[in-house]
């Protein structure tokens, strides 16, 4: 009998695991805006292709509360993973992220304190090695 649970719980902890992988060749992104509470999450592919942001996050509660963040993490990526946030709106502004050093980002560049930001203009991009 003990046994048995043993081998479930061994069982059930690698099922986790292997669901909590990302899957090859995507990556995930979740926003947040700290001041609200509210975050959401999208998977893009991960071929150098820029996504927008008002598409990617369209119907979550981040594009329902009007794209306005606070900050940026990578939650499911390769070690390989390099991304990018840019602004379309002429600021060149571009935040890089990848999947060995720099998974998380304050928006607004400003770590002291969460402002919120509008990144409705940005488009997300990765690509994997």
Do not use: H
Request: proline share 4%.
């Amino acid at each position: 009998m003990q046994f048995s649970t043993i081998l479930a719980s061994t069982v059930l902890a690698f099922a986790t695991g292997i669901t909590a992988a990302p899957t090859p060749g995507q990556v995930t992104l979740r926003i947040f805006n700290d001041q609200s509470g509210i975050n959401s999450e999208a998977t893009i592919a991960a071929d150098g292709k820029p996504n927008y942001i008002t598409t990617i996050f369209a119907n979550t509660a981040i594009g329902n509360a009007g794209f306005v963040g606070t900050s940026a993490q990578l939650v499911q990526f390769s070690d390989t993973t390099k991304c990018t946030l840019v602004n379309q709106n002429g600021w060149n502004w571009t935040i890089e992220l990848d999947g060995r050093s720099k998974n998380f980002a304050d928006l607004d560049g400003d770590v002291t304190k969460p402002i919120p930001t509008w990144i409705g203009g940005f488009t997300f991009q990765c690509s994997q090695a």
